[in-house]
């Protein structure tokens, strides 16, 4: 009998010190395609677990002329700690008490005397084929557990690697809260603020399309873009462009981004935002709604530029109240019952609780869906009017 996937043949061993009824067995054996080795006694059968020799199954007699077949389990498991074959002992003797001894000391199956050789081959081959799966998927599963874990490596120095990527992109401004909840390692939302060479204030909030990796992937060059123009003293409409012109070459077609982005020019005292396919940004101030600005525009990444719109809204930067930008994750995610968090919502937290929005959304997002870990990415921005737009 081969191995199907290496064209081994088994390996048995007959311990019997019947020599005839050791060799009819072997012939029988050999005959349905196994590979047979016969010892005939106790003290030969202790000989050979010296040797470098391994047995894929072992027909052990169990009343052998110079020892019993236990007492060559007891060799064998000491012997062979790593490597120990599946056992059938053959034996006259049916008692019970014996049979639970056998078992109980590693034997696998018992056949009674006189042997039926069709049975014996039928359970060898089975027994064999059992351990051979089992090695089998030992196997797999010690290889599955290395990518696992060489995977889990990578995925950590990637990660690593990415967020200081993004920290040294982005500047932590006084004024400015980011709360993001990642749904799986890699985050498919990035919060960007950063300082022109001028002191204008830039503040981007993006969502790529799906989660993990994927998704962090596509933001990188966007990254690059915005915080290199904004260190170049770029405004808002050509930093938007380019972004859009980069992740039209540079990303596959069914990638895009959504984003706002907001630009605060510090001489004129005036805020620009673009907002293209992400949910409205608010601006409350003690329980009213100051401005709102939705998306006018597609995502990023999607129309050429011929046909893409830079265009932005303007307003007054007064410096009153507080500016929230969060992505789709926070008003998509439902409860139980499969309703969204919505951005009535959201409205309603804000206007309520003006001052401590952030702190409200997280709680009430988290009362609404009975959870803490969410389906989407959940981001959540408040710009600090009072603490940034004062100038000098």
């Not at 199956?109 to 049975?119: G, Q, R, T």
């Not at 005292?269 to 003690?286: A, I, S």
Request: charged share 20%; net charge negative.
């Amino acid at each position: 009998m081969k191995d199907a996937s290496s064209g081994k043949k088994y390996s048995i061993l007959v311990v019997d010190d019947d020599e005839i009824l050791n060799e009819l067995m072997c012939q029988f054996l050999r005959s349905k395609g196994f590979v047979t080795h016969s010892v005939y006694s106790y003290l030969k059968s202790f000989e050979l677990l010296q040797a470098p020799m391994t047995f894929d199954l072992i027909v052990l007699d169990y009343q052998l002329g110079d020892g019993t077949g236990l007492e060559f389990l007891a060799d064998l498991n000491f012997h062979n700690k790593n490597n120990k074959p599946p056992v059938i002992m053959i034996s006259s003797n049916q008692d019970a008490v014996l049979l639970e001894s056998c078992f109980g000391k590693g034997v696998t199956d018992y056949l009674i005397k006189p042997v039926n050789l069709s049975l014996l081959a039928l359970k060898a081959g089975a027994l064999i084929n059992a351990v051979a799966m089992q090695n089998l998927i030992a196997v797999q599963t010690a290889e599955l557990e290395r990518f696992k874990s060489e995977a889990e490596r990578e995925e950590s120095i990637a990660k690593e690697i990415y967020e200081y990527l993004l920290r040294q992109n982005s500047q932590s401004v006084e004024g400015v809260t980011n709360w993001l909840k990642s749904s799986s390692s890699f985050s498919g939302d990035i919060a960007l603020t950063k300082f022109s060479p001028s002191g204008d204030l830039f503040f981007l909030l993006a969502d790529a399309t799906g989660h993990g990796l994927s998704a962090a992937i596509t933001l990188m060059p966007m990254v690059s873009v915005f915080s290199s123009m904004v260190d170049k003293g770029f405004h808002l409409q050509p930093i938007v462009t380019e972004i859009n012109k980069k992740l039209i070459h540079d990303t596959p077609g069914d990638r895009f981004i959504a984003a706002v982005m907001i630009h605060w020019r510090r001489e004129q005292n005036e805020l620009d935002v673009w907002n293209g396919g992400m949910p409205p940004v608010y601006w409350v101030h003690q329980g009213r709604l100051l401005h709102q600005f939705v998306s006018q525009h597609m995502a990023l990444g999607i129309l050429e530029e011929g046909m893409f719109d830079a265009g932005v809204v303007s307003c007054p930067a007064q410096s009153v109240g507080l500016i929230l930008a969060y992505s789709d994750g926070l008003i998509e995610e439902v409860n139980d019952g499969g309703v969204s968090f919505s951005s009535d919502q959201v409205v309603a937290v804000a206007l309520t609780n003006s001052t401590e929005i952030l702190p409200s959304l997280i709680v009430g997002l988290e009362q609404h869906t009975g959870r803490k870990k969410y389906r989407d990415d959940v981001s959540i921005c408040i710009l600090d009017a009072a603490r940034i737009f004062t100038p000098d």
